[in-house]
């Protein structure tokens, strides 16, 4: 059987639409966040951050909604492409040092 | 945009060996820098804070005997893996915080495999 924490969610959208991948980050003093593409065998990339006095934001093709409600971040991939396959991660900073703590994870899937 | 490099980008060794892995900013300071470490298909896991002239801060539950971490100057930071065992064996990323504007960048990662 599996074991809990060696697969990740998996989202698998086709070629052209729109994406929404979420994270539930756990701190309530959490003010800066980040999310992150990774591909297989290489490090994260930024894509695009948000601070705890906005609730959105966009960048190109992008846009990362924050609902400190719920501690709930989203990230809209528009018009997805094939190159957006990786695994997508939110980041949390809790103000301390810069450190940043980061969520499970999602893997995103692109069928041509 | 700034650089932040990681040398080597794989290793593999024998159990009971230790193995150094360094983190470079290319073209920037950085005081700062953070290791993580990934297991397959998990998340990025932080280990410790690196700080350049002091001691490293380690998050709980990492050995600070295992995972030396020394950053000696403001464009690099070593983590060695002491008497690696295969259990050590994952992905570890280190990043780097630019000092002059708190912007933070990553590395694109070393692979450790311990036999």
């Known amino acids: 059987g599996e074991s809990v924490g060696l697969h990740l969610p998996t989202l698998s959208v086709q070629e052209g639409d729109n994406s929404i991948i979420n994270c539930a980050y756990s701190?309530?003093?959490?003010?800066?966040f980040i999310w992150y593409k990774q591909e297989s065998g290489k490090g994260p990339q930024f894509i695009i951050d948000?601070?705890?006095?906005?609730d959105k934001r966009q960048g190109q093709r992008v846009t990362v909604l924050l609902n400190k409600t719920v501690k709930h971040l989203s990230l809209q991939i528009a018009a997805t492409q094939p190159g957006d396959s990786a695994v997508y991660f939110c980041?949390?900073?809790?103000?301390?040092?810069?450190?940043?703590?980061f969520g499970s994870g999602t893997k995103l899937n692109v069928k041509p | 945009g700034a650089v932040v490099s990681q040398h080597p980008s794989w290793v593999i060794c024998k159990s009971g060996t230790s193995v150094k892995i360094e983190c470079r900013s290319l073209?920037?300071?950085?005081?700062?820098m953070f290791w993580y470490r990934q297991f397959p298909k998990q998340s990025l896991m932080l280990m410790a804070t690196?700080?350049?002239?002091?001691?490293?801060?380690?998050e709980q539950g990492v050995e600070k005997d295992k995972f030396l971490i020394n950053h000696a100057s403001l464009t690099l930071s070593t983590l060695t893996v002491t008497s690696a065992h295969p259990e050590d064996s994952s992905f570890y990323i280190c990043?780097?915080?630019?000092?002059?504007?708190?912007?933070?960048?990553f590395g694109p990662g070393t692979r450790l495999t311990v036999l």
């Open positions: 980041a949390e900073n809790m103000g301390n040092f810069n450190k940043f703590y």
């Open positions: 990043s780097a915080r630019d000092s002059s504007n708190n912007e933070q960048f």
């Open positions: 690196s700080n350049e002239g002091s001691k490293a801060t380690y």
């Open positions: 701190n309530s003093a959490s003010d800066y």
């Open positions: 073209d920037f300071q950085a005081t700062t």
């Open positions: 948000i601070r705890s006095n906005m």
